[in-house]
Structure formats: C-alpha cells, structure tokens
C-alpha cells in the first residue's frame, strides 16, 4: 500500500488564475514568478501550463536548464543575476535573461570575451536593501553595463517592494517615488509589482508584473483569502484518518503529552506530518477537514502523523479523506495557526509525496 499523504494539483485552478491576473493588468507583459520549484507545485509542470506567460522568473541557472530542457521556449530571467562568470556561457546558449544588481555581475560581464549578447535587467534597491543599486550608483552601474559588448540594450529596469502586502505602510509610496525618480529619462521597459503590488497598487504596473503567490491561487495580504480576489487554490495536501483512538478525559495525545483531552473522546490519527511539510508549529486548533468537514489539529504533529479532534465527527472512520490545505481549506489559515506565511508552507512540501495533477 502506498502512502495515503499526497498531493493534488489543480491545472485548471493554476490557468484560472492566470487570466484572472490578465484581467487585472490587461496589455501588461506578465513574468510568471516559478522560483522554489514554483512555490513547490512543481516547476516544469506550472510552466508547461502557463504557456501565455511572456516570461518565466527563477532564482538560479539549475532551475533555469530544467525550463530549458522541458521545452520551454518562452524568456528566462535570472532573478539572482549569473552567481558566478562560469555561468555566462550557458546563459547566453540557453538564450536566458539576467538581473544584474551587483557591479560584481557587471565585472563579470565586461571581462566575457563573448560575441554574442543577453538581455539584461537592472535591479534598482529602492528601498528594500536587499538587492539592487542604490539611487546614487545608478547613473555609473548603468552605463559601465551599457558599455559591456555582452550587453543587448536596451536595458530594462526593475525593482522589488518591501511590504506591497502592508496597505498602509509608507514604505510603498517612497520605493515607488524613488524608482520613478531614477526612471524618469530611461525609455526601456520597467517592473515593479509582484502579487500584492498587483492587487493593491495600480500604479505600479508598469511594463512587466511579476506575479507568484497569487498564480498559485493564494492572498498575500494577512487577514485575506485568495477567493476574496477571484483566486482558486492550486495546491491541495491530502491524506486519509489511518487510526481512531478513543480516550478518556485526561488522556495525552502525542509527543509531549502537550495536549489532554476535556472528556471522553474519538482522536483521528492522519498520515501527515511535518516530514511531509506540515507545520511542527501548527497550534491545537489549526483547521484540517475531514470528510470535508472542518475539526480541529490536537497535540503537536509529528514526523509522519498528526492527530484532530474527531468529536463533531463521531461517525469517521479510518480511510475517511483528510485535506490538509487547499481546496475548502486556505492555506492562508492554516499558516496564520502556525505562525508562519503561505509562501512557507506551498515551499515546504516534501517532494517524497505523491503529485497528482488534476484539471
Ligand atoms: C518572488 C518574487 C516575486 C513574486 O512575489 P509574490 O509575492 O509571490 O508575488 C516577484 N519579484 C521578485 C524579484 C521575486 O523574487
């Protein structure tokens, strides 16, 4: 018998949610964001679907080749820029897009002794801190890289924003005013928005969105659901009830013996854990549907298990179906239980399971 823990992944949904990010940013230029083996749906199977995505963004080369070598034809972008000069040949065989945000990217480049050109985007740190040129080197970075033969001009320009996900914090205003600034004479094409740019700040649409939680059908606003913006649920982690035990009040449930139970009472055990990717940190209480209904996570969850509160569900039995996150579940609730974000937990699923595609 194989494991009952897997996971589902709805073609249909991932589409849906594609056009629905069409119709919000209609005659944009969309860069579907599939770094972390597309936020853990799996990457050549996300990209293969997302055949009117004008360009697909990774973090590395590796993720890249597979594109690459699933036949995919659209542009790659680099979003970490080339890590080391090794990798500019393959770049430039593989027809892929870096971003440069480093002068030691720009060295790399001038020093290339190649006839042929790729096509570079320029990151500008508007106030993230994390990567790109400050306002104040832009003018010196941007003409040392248009100098460079391997560089195809022109160059476009992007930047990332910090907290897109926070309405009311000001650092919004400020980044979008900084890269405006800088932008003001450039005619090439720009990029700021990812998913809650996209949904929260119109005017930072720009040339190119480069949308990712929100592809994968989930909000990225605390507090919100990803049905709120029209979004359906790609990813779905499902098991079945493998054990019911039923306990006296007072009785202990897992590791710990952090959880007793107030009375007499049916416990389901799930084959799911964090081995799997589920949340050790989840809390007594976090949702989790069992034959669609929702009860409650008890205990702390183990490595291949975790166990719910069966009591508004006296009738379960085992192999009934448990859904874990997705579909008639938010991961977006479960992660607020677990004190952690949804990008966490869709990155955190285990590749040991079973992927399903559906749609
Ligand atoms: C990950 C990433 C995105 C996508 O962010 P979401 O919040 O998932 O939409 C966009 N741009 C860059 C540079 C990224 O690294």
Not at 239 to 251: F, M, R, T, V, Y
């Amino acid at each position: 018998m194989t494991r009952p823990a897997r996971v589902v992944i709805d073609l249909h949904a991932l589409i849906h949610n594609f056009s629905r990010i069409q119709d919000l940013v209609p005659n944009r230029k969309i860069m579907a964001i599939v770094k972390a083996d597309a936020y853990g749906h799996g990457l050549t199977r996300v990209a293969r679907v997302l055949g009117k995505a004008d360009a697909f963004g990774v973090a590395c080369m590796e993720e890249a080749v597979q594109l690459r070598e699933a036949g995919i034809r659209q542009s790659i972008v680099l979003l970490e820029g080339p890590h080391e000069a090794g990798e500019l040949p393959v770049i430039r065989d593989l027809g892929l897009e870096i971003v440069v945000h480093h002068e030691t990217q720009i060295a790399m480049l001038e020093q290339a002794n190649t006839a042929q050109r790729v096509s570079v985007w320029m990151k500008i740190d508007s106030g993230m801190h994390r990567l790109g040129f400050a306002p104040e080197h832009f003018r010196a970075a941007w003409q040392r890289l248009h100098s460079c033969a391997m560089v195809k001009p022109p160059v476009r320009l992007m930047t990332h924003l910090a907290a897109a996900n926070e309405p009311a914090n000001p650092i919004t205003r400020a980044q979008l005013s900084c890269f405006r600034e800088i932008c003001l004479n450039i005619s090439s094409e720009l990029s700021i928005a990812n998913s809650a740019a996209i949904l929260q700040w119109p005017d930072s649409h720009a040339d190119w969105v480069r949308p990712g939680l929100m592809l994968y059908g989930v909000s990225p606003f605390a507090g919100h659901l990803g049905e709120e913006y029209g979004l359906h649920p790609v990813m779905t982690l499902q098991s079945e009830l493998i054990s019911i035990q039923h306990l006296k009040a007072g009785e202990p449930v897992g590791y710990g013996a952090s959880w007793r139970c107030p009375e007499a009472m049916p416990v389901g055990i799930v084959a799911a854990g964090y081995g799997d990717g589920f949340p050790r940190h989840a809390k007594s209480g976090t949702p989790v549907l069992v034959n669609g209904k929702q009860v409650a996570l008890v205990g702390r969850a183990s490595m291949d298990m975790l166990t719910v509160d069966l009591r508004r569900q006296p009738d379960a039995k085992v192999g009934d179906p448990v859904v874990l996150w997705g579909e008639g579940l938010p991961v977006e609730n479960v992660a607020q239980q677990a004190d952690t974000i949804p990008y966490e937990l869709l990155c955190g699923v285990h590749k040991r399971l079973e992927f399903v595609e559906r749609g």
